[in-house]
């Protein structure tokens, strides 16, 4: 019986695992192969050549690697400033019936596709656009504003709304998690709301924070379709540049780059992985299986 | 040659096309007998292959793929293309990395009794014209000629006035109120042989640029957009006519059909005339090197690359998509008047005649595999990162 239960368990376990290993690992690796793969004319050959990394690292690529860092971080920053408040709500002050519904909203611009979505900026945000024509009304400018589209800003409007939402959900399962007791404590010791939140909620929400931070980053950093629609004059982060390898058939180059985007991603991952107990993030999870 | 993320070069037209996919792939598969036909949607007769299906006996499943490169590599290597495809019809020129992989044949004219017909092939494709590489290769012939175009930019004359020179993409008069095609092979070219014409770069042949050449133009055009010239590049069919309709820049590089597309909408612009000429392309048919290929399935893929140079077909595709297809069209659909009305008719004539005035202004031909093409490809890198 007990064998039986075993073969059911590590069989259940197993098929997300081989899927896992068909369909992502066994890419990956063949990514990783093909970028040290020598190119001639129009096919490859395996080969053990850095050519690839070469080219990336001292070419223009890097400058789109380094923007591709800089502007993930800040538009990633800029989302947990807004949905870590918003889960802190959800989280501390709202009635569950309201959690339900906003957590709800949060998953409604996913049922929209995501190119149209995006596309919908460029309607508001132009110089005949609502939001300019608002401004004029309101007398706040005399003429349209022109970097409302296809500027950084309009890139960051646009990663902002794709990935905030997703962003939402881990604070709030972190946030959520937290022992009521632990804050109680800290307010029966005397310590201020503001000391509360810096000295207990702010570290024990961490786990959350990091989680939320990985899915806002890797999200924009590998994005290509805002900086195409928003981003104006050849806005490009690293997901364009790869494309753009492909184009002219230069895979070895395209998975030299998406290797150090995978590495990148990987570091950052095995940090959160090191860094904190993922039953702190799911302890909401946790709390109501028991 | 396509961008990222596409919804691309005719992307417009693959919509329908993947609709047509599974009525026709529906019909297709009841009658047994069928031929696969790749495409970007432009060579899309609305579904409608009763005419070829009546006379050869064959369907036609016409598949909705990619225009760039690698999508085009990836579905007939990777995608099992060769094993699936008859034809595949895209921009020509495609043929250096299509026969290096062994994807396409060599076509035989003497198979395609209408070959001899299209005097296009003659005036502006046959070898020895600049407009070989978008069907030969090394003296041979491997495209059929699906439809032939030139492009050359767009205007509001309501802002602008009229304009005829690809200066105005430069002018700062337009400052923040000119946009490009995300492209090198278009936009690049195209002002290369503004460059050229207006003599202020040293360019011996647009269509084949050596990389300092090529760098020269992108220097340009960094200079431009260092100066705030460019509002946006666009890399969309949907992008770039919202642009125009919405009157968010005044003059565009662009493709004719977004013209009329504007106009549906309601939207007054004009598709220039420019003095240096226009950058010429064409579709072509390949007839795929396809594996277990029966000798049946060679000979109705032939006549169907005859049906395609025909002039029900050639006249069907000059209407829905706006471009010159072959000789046969204007005469066809002014003649059959129960499959064509006179006024599209009329439309089909009016086409056919600017599209052969562009071909008679001359330009430069585009080529989409340039010699140096990863030269161009890292160039406009250092464009779109400058």
């Known amino acids: 019986m007990r064998r039986a239960r075993a073969a059911v368990r590590y069989g259940l376990l197993g098929l997300p695992g081989v899927f896992l290993v068909v369909f992502l690992v066994c890419p990956l690796l063949l990514t990783f192969a093909i970028s040290f793969w020598q190119r001639t004319g129009f096919t490859f050959t395996p080969a053990l050549t850095f050519n690839s990394y070469r080219a990336f690292f001292s070419g223009v690529r890097l400058l789109v690697f380094d923007r591709s860092l800089l502007i993930s971080l800040e538009a990633t920053a800029i989302s947990l400033l807004l949905a870590y408040p918003v889960a802190y709500f959800l989280a501390f002050h709202a009635v569950p019936k309201a959690v339900r519904i906003c957590l709800s909203l949060f998953t409604v611009p996913f049922l929209i596709n995501y190119i149209i979505r995006t596309f919908a900026w460029t309607y508001l945000l132009d110089r005949s656009g609502p939001v300019n024509r608002l401004l004029q009304w309101l007398g706040l400018v005399h003429h349209p504003v022109s970097w409302l589209l296809y500027s950084d800003f309009a890139v960051f409007i646009g990663l902002v709304s794709a990935y905030m939402p997703f962003m939402v959900f881990p604070l709030w399962l972190s946030l959520s998690g937290i022992d009521q007791r632990l804050i109680e404590a800290s307010w029966m010791l005397g310590a201020r709301p503001a000391r509360t939140f810096f000295g207990v909620i702010l570290p024990l929400s961490l786990p959350g924070i990091f989680a939320a931070t990985i899915f806002g980053f890797v999200g924009s950093f590998g994005e290509s379709a805002v900086p195409t629609i928003l981003g104006g004059v050849g806005f490009q982060l690293m997901g364009n540049t790869i494309t753009s390898a492909m184009d002219v058939l230069d895979y070895p180059l395209a998975a030299a780059m998406s290797s150090v985007v995978v590495i990148a991603m990987l570091g950052l991952l095995t940090a959160w992985f090191l860094s904190f107990d993922l039953r702190a993030l799911l302890g909401k999870i946790m709390e109501w299986r028991r | ?386």
Not at chain 2, 40 to 55: E, H, L, Q, R
Not at chain 2, 63 to 79: E, K, Q, T
Not at chain 2, 297 to 323: D, H, P, Q, V
Not at chain 2, 338 to 351: D, G, H, S, V
């Open chain 2, 1 to 386: 040659m396509t961008r990222p993320f596409e919804i691309s070069r005719r992307g417009l037209l693959s919509t329908a096309a993947g609709a047509a996919v599974l009525s026709v792939a529906g019909r297709a598969k009841a009658a047994g007998k069928t031929l696969n036909f790749a495409d970007i949607g432009v060579g899309d007769p609305g579904g409608d292959w009763s005419g070829f299906t009546k006379a050869s006996g064959w369907n036609v499943n016409l598949v909705a793929i990619g225009n760039a490169p690698s999508a085009i590599l990836n579905v007939m290597i990777g995608g099992g293309g060769t094993s699936t495809y008859d034809i595949i019809n895209i921009v020509g020129g495609m043929q250096p990395p299509l026969i290096s992989n062994h994807l396409i044949e060599a076509i035989d004219p003497a198979e395609m009794p209408d070959w001899a017909k299209d005097t296009y092939i003659s005036e502006y494709l046959t070898e020895g014209k600049p407009g070989f590489q978008f069907i030969g290769y090394q003296g041979r012939l491997y495209g059929v000629p699906s439809v032939l175009q030139g492009d050359a930019f767009a205007y509001l004359p309501e802002k602008t006035g009229p304009l005829d020179s690809y200066a105005a993409l430069f002018d700062p008069k337009w400052r923040g109120y000119v946009a490009l095609e995300n492209n090198y092979t278009t936009a690049g070219q195209k002002t290369a042989l503004y460059l050229k014409k207006a003599g202020l770069a040293d360019i011996k042949d647009p269509a084949n640029m050596s990389p300092a050449e090529i760098k020269a133009v992108v220097d340009f055009l960094i200079g431009r957009k260092k100066g705030g010239q460019f509002r946006v590049l666009w890399s969309s069919f949907e992008q770039a006519v919202d642009l125009i309709v919405r009157k968010e820049v005044y003059v565009i590089d662009c493709w004719e059909p977004m013209v009329f597309a504007a106009a549906a909408k309601g939207v007054h612009a004009v598709y220039a005339d420019p003095k240096e000429g226009y950058l010429l392309w064409a579709m072509a048919a390949y007839l795929v090197n396809k594996r277990n290929g029966s000798a049946a399935e060679k000979k109705a893929s032939y006549e169907l690359l005859n049906f395609m140079l025909g002039g029900w077909y050639g006249a069907k595709i000059t209407l829905l998509r706006g471009y010159m297809t072959n000789p046969l069209a204007p005469a066809y659909a002014a003649s059959h008047p129960a499959e064509f009305t006179a006024a599209e008719a009329k439309k089909i004539a009016a086409i056919t005649a600017n599209v052969k005035h562009k071909f008679d202004q001359g330009g430069t031909w585009q080529n989409r595999w340039p010699t140096h093409i990863d030269a161009y490809e890292s160039e406009w890198q250092r464009f779109e990162a400058a």
